[in-house]
């Protein structure tokens, strides 16, 4: 290995790979490597500027890793638990030298062979954090199995270009819990164990960034489709096309640390409008400017304000002419004027697809504004008619989209955009077969929903009407800064589905998405009438209101609504669900929801000052037990109970007919808002759970 100092950067050489480890924010480090001519700039998710931070770059020669990192005496000396491991990597890292970098509390160390080792400075000690796992002749740090021939970093060409397929490797720490990572429809709050796919999907949201209860967030800045395996004997990072190897790290001490040392390279979240931290009412589908207002004006009557009201799907002619059907929306800009006066924003879906049949179909076509095909019939996604995605990558579409959104929707004084399907969604998730302006979809496309948003974001800020916020069914890493609301997709409405909602909501504000709401009572209803679902809806809107956003959305069967006419194309034919409005589930279940919504009104000022956090720190609304409590070991065992901000422990109901359940109380003083009650912490409890309250517990001030 060939060790050089470029101009604080450790720069590493060997058999044709470049590797360049540099610092990157406080205590962090960015690693690429590349076997192409050189590294390259872009920076994907990195998009902020950095912290300055003073790197040393030190190149040891043979045998120095033994006085540097051994010798308990010296400044450098490695915790006791690690020592004997290191004293039997002493052979491979010190007698045959090693490159060294230090930035604030994280050291990068790597051996002649390109193994590299990270720990973080802790009470006065080095203490290993992640080491890559190699199993290669004379290069490994377990000789035991160096016959193997496995390499921590494997490139793989790919044929007909300097892509490569890529696979890291790490050992895996035993004990270890690892966070956060987007968006996955499971029951596990930790990801130990798990195998994760690195793609989007409607309901699966990929944002690859991790953080570990060791005191270290790991990014991997790679778009590229691919897979990691958090296994207990490695873990393994692969992008299936890509150029070069690009991850960050950080070491901090407790996770709202890491999150905010993530959030200073990825972006803050904007300070979330006060106007929409209400009520945002939704359904499958309003389908006239009637229904919408006379929606709207009950709402008035009954004494309840929302925020904003949803118009979704198939408003329009047809897919990809983003335009309201005049048939039955004469005149959105009286609509909007009219939901203005009452204090009400407008949102209105767009999706990604357009259809043959559309007016905009064959100029952005010819233009390649569209997805491509790499064999077989120009055709990605197929639900309700002949469509091709449009491609965000290319700024030509992005000009274009907007344009045709702006004269339709924003010059009518619409506030916002539901960019539903922003996956995209696809006929098959066969993602070697598409190709953007940015390149093979294998390469790039898990950054699609980000572009996708960057279409109404980047026009809409500089228009100067305030912030920006537009809801999504998906992200990536650094998502958090285009004024993304994220939701978690057409997920069933069943218990077992709202269980993996908690998981998802805590792992998304874990990989630095605050923003982050859910269809209350899940997406996908076959009968509203069923007391069971009913059950649902509640226990889910109650979750609802300490959480980010409080929106009422689903698909509310059964079809029996006639569709207004008989086309088979416009605003009118397509079916609608059942009513979604407070009121819908009869006077029992309104009394509760709207109990609760007075609830969220009074919480206004708190839930203004959980937003302020996420804007400054990276903090989430919802949070894990153990980002308030990284002390108390038991907390790091919780994931079916949360922290809304500091100051409230909320205990959803996850299960049908459950009038009862534990939760358990770090330590302090505590307050059940249901009756009055204190507790005092450290201990686990037993309360009551009737369906009109969910347990909640308040923080007393000590």
């Given at each position: 290995?060939?060790?050089?100092?470029?101009?604080?950067?450790?720069?590493?050489?060997?058999?044709g790979?470049?590797?360049?480890?540099?610092?990157?924010?406080?205590?962090?480090?960015?690693?690429?490597?590349?076997m192409?001519?050189?590294?390259?700039?872009?920076?994907w998710?990195?998009?902020?500027?950095?912290?300055?931070?003073?790197?040393?770059?030190?190149i040891?020669?043979?045998?120095?890793?033994?006085?540097?990192?051994?010798e308990?005496?010296?400044?450098n000396?490695?915790?006791?638990?690690?020592?004997?491991?290191?004293?039997?990597?002493?052979?491979?890292?010190?007698?045959?030298g090693?490159?060294?970098?230090?930035?604030?509390r994280?050291?990068?160390?790597?051996?002649?062979?390109?193994v590299?080792?990270?720990?973080?400075?802790?009470?006065?000690?080095w203490?290993?954090?992640l080491?890559?796992?190699?199993?290669?002749?004379?290069?490994?740090?377990?000789?035991?199995?160096?016959?193997?021939?496995?390499?921590?970093?494997e490139?793989?060409?790919?044929a007909?270009?300097?892509?490569?397929?890529?696979?890291?490797?790490?050992?895996s720490?035993?004990?270890?819990k690892?966070?956060?990572?987007?968006?996955?429809?499971?029951?596990?709050?930790?990801?130990?164990?798990?195998?994760?796919?690195?793609?989007q999907?409607?309901?699966?949201?990929?944002?690859?960034?991790?953080?570990?209860?060791?005191?270290y967030?790991?990014l991997?800045?790679?778009?590229?489709?691919?897979?990691?395996?958090?296994?207990?004997?490695?873990?393994?990072w692969?992008?299936?096309?890509?150029?070069?190897?690009?991850?960050?790290?950080?070491?901090?001490?407790?996770?709202?640390?890491?999150?905010?040392?993530?959030?200073?390279?990825?972006?803050?979240?904007?300070m979330?409008?006060?106007?929409?931290?209400?009520?945002?009412?939704c359904?499958?589908?309003?389908?006239?400017?009637?229904?919408?207002?006379?929606?709207?004006?009950?709402?008035?009557?009954?004494?309840?304000?929302?925020?904003?009201?949803?118009?979704?799907f198939?408003?329009?002619?047809?897919?990809g002419?983003?335009?309201?059907?005049?048939?039955?929306?004469?005149?959105?800009?009286?609509?909007?004027?009219?939901?203005?006066?009452?204090?009400?924003?407008?949102?209105?879906?767009?999706?990604?697809?357009?259809?043959?049949?559309?007016?905009?179909?064959e100029?952005?076509?010819?233009?390649?504004?569209?997805?491509?095909?790499e064999?077989?019939?120009?055709?990605?996604?197929?639900?309700?008619?002949?469509?091709?995605?449009?491609?965000?990558?290319?700024p030509?579409?992005r000009?274009?989209?907007?344009?045709?959104?702006?004269?339709?929707?924003?010059?009518?004084?619409?506030?916002?955009?539901?960019?539903?399907?922003?996956?995209?969604?696809?006929?098959?998730?066969?993602?070697e077969?598409?190709?953007?302006?940015?390149?093979s979809?294998?390469?790039?496309?898990?950054?699609?929903?980000?572009?996708y948003?960057?279409?109404?974001y980047?026009?809409?800020?500089?228009?100067?009407?305030?912030?920006?916020?537009?809801?999504?069914?998906?992200?990536?890493?650094?998502?958090?800064?285009?004024?993304?609301?994220?939701?978690?997709?057409d997920?069933?409405?069943?218990?077992?589905?709202?269980?993996?909602?908690?998981?998802?909501?805590?792992?998304?504000?874990?990989?630095?998405?605050?923003w982050?709401t859910?269809d209350?009572?899940g997406?996908?209803?076959?009968?509203?009438?069923?007391?069971?679902?009913?059950?649902?809806?509640?226990?889910?809107?109650?979750?609802?209101?300490?959480?980010?956003?409080l929106?009422?959305?689903?698909?509310?069967?059964?079809?029996?609504?006639?569709?207004?006419?008989?086309?088979?194309?416009?605003?009118?034919?397509?079916?609608?669900?059942?009513?979604?409005?407070?009121?819908?589930?009869?006077?029992?279940?309104?009394?509760?929801?709207?109990?609760?919504?007075?609830?969220?009104?009074?919480?206004?000022?708190?839930?203004r000052?959980?937003?302020?956090?996420?804007?400054?720190?990276?903090?989430?609304?919802?949070?894990?037990?153990?980002?308030?409590?990284?002390?108390?070991?038991?907390?790091?065992?919780?994931?079916?109970?949360y922290?809304?901000?500091?100051?409230?422990?909320?205990?959803?109901?996850?299960?049908?007919?459950?009038?009862?359940r534990?939760?358990?109380?770090?330590?302090?003083?505590?307050?059940?808002?249901?009756?009055?009650?204190?507790?005092s912490?450290?201990?686990?409890?037993?309360?009551?759970?009737?369906?009109e309250?969910?347990?909640v517990?308040?923080k007393?001030?000590?």
């Open positions: 290995m060939i060790f050089s100092n470029d101009n604080g950067a450790l720069l590493a050489q060997r058999q790979e470049t590797l360049r480890i540099e610092a990157w924010g406080k205590d962090s480090l960015r690693v690429r490597a590349s192409n001519a050189g590294i390259h700039s872009q920076n998710a990195l998009t902020e500027v950095p912290e300055r931070a003073d790197a040393q770059v030190e040891w020669e043979p045998g120095v890793w033994e006085k540097e990192m051994v308990p005496a010296t400044k000396a490695v915790d006791s638990k690690s020592a004997a491991v290191q004293i039997a990597a002493e052979s491979v890292l010190g007698q045959n090693c490159g060294v970098i230090t930035n604030g994280i050291r990068a160390i790597v051996n002649w062979a390109g590299i080792s990270y720990y973080k400075w802790k009470e006065d000690r203490t290993l954090l080491r890559e796992y190699n199993r290669n002749y004379g290069d490994t740090l377990s000789r035991e199995s160096r016959c193997l021939k496995i390499v921590s970093r490139w793989k060409g790919l007909g270009g300097e892509n490569y397929h890529l696979n890291v490797k790490f050992e720490n035993d004990g270890e690892l966070f956060g990572m987007g968006q996955y429809q499971q029951p596990w709050l930790d990801h130990k164990g798990s195998v994760l796919e690195l793609a999907r409607n309901s699966q949201i990929s944002v690859p960034f991790a953080v570990s209860s060791l005191g967030g790991f991997w800045n790679n778009p590229a489709v691919g897979r990691v395996t958090f296994g207990k004997n490695y873990t393994e692969i992008a299936r096309s890509t150029k070069q190897m690009d991850y960050w790290m950080t070491a901090a001490d407790t996770p709202k640390e890491i999150l905010a040392s993530y959030t200073a390279v990825t972006g803050h979240a904007p979330f409008p006060e106007d929409r931290m209400g009520l945002w009412q359904k499958l589908r309003y389908r006239t400017q009637a229904e919408v207002l006379e929606i709207a004006h009950k709402y008035q009557e009954e004494g309840i304000h929302i925020d904003q009201i949803v118009i979704d198939f408003h329009w002619t047809v897919q002419d983003w335009k309201f059907d005049k048939t039955y929306w004469p005149d959105p800009k009286a609509m909007v004027d009219e939901l203005h006066a009452m204090g009400i924003k407008v949102i209105v879906s767009v999706w990604p697809s357009v259809d043959r049949r559309s007016e905009n179909f100029p952005m076509f010819e233009r390649g504004l569209l997805m491509k095909t064999r077989g019939a120009a055709q990605t996604y197929d639900y309700q008619g002949d469509c091709v995605e449009i491609d965000p990558f290319n030509e579409t000009e274009y989209v907007w344009k045709v959104c702006k004269r339709n929707y924003y010059d009518y004084g619409i506030d916002a955009f539901w960019l539903d399907n922003s996956e995209p969604d696809l006929g098959v998730y066969d993602f077969n598409y190709r953007y302006y940015e390149g979809a294998l390469s790039c496309s898990n950054l699609y929903p980000q572009m948003s960057r279409i109404f980047d026009k809409m800020s500089q228009s100067g009407d305030g912030t920006v916020v537009n809801l999504l069914r998906c992200g990536w890493a650094g998502s958090q800064k285009y004024g993304n609301v994220i939701w978690s997709g997920v069933p409405s069943t218990f077992e589905g709202f269980r993996d909602q908690l998981q998802a909501g805590l792992n998304m504000g874990l990989a630095g998405i605050p982050w859910t209350i009572g997406f996908m209803t076959d009968d509203v009438n069923d007391p069971d679902f009913r059950q649902l809806l509640i226990r889910w809107y109650q979750f609802a209101v300490y959480s980010a956003v929106r009422m959305h689903g698909d509310r069967g059964p079809y029996d609504i006639p569709p207004l006419d008989d086309r088979d194309w416009g605003g009118g034919y397509l079916h609608t669900g059942q009513p979604n409005e407070l009121w819908s589930y009869g006077e029992d279940n309104y009394r509760i929801m709207r109990s609760y919504y007075d609830l969220r009104i009074s919480l206004h000022d708190y839930i000052g959980l937003y302020q956090e996420a804007h400054e720190n990276g903090s989430p609304l919802i949070r894990t037990m153990f980002y308030e409590f990284p002390e108390d070991s038991n907390c790091w065992e919780l994931s079916d109970q922290m809304f901000g500091s100051q409230y422990l909320v205990a959803p109901i996850l299960y049908l007919n459950q009038f009862q534990e939760v358990y109380l770090p330590a302090g003083e505590w307050k059940l808002t249901s009756t009055g009650e204190h507790f912490g450290g201990q686990t409890v037993t309360v009551d759970a009737p369906i309250y969910m347990p517990f308040e007393l001030q000590a």
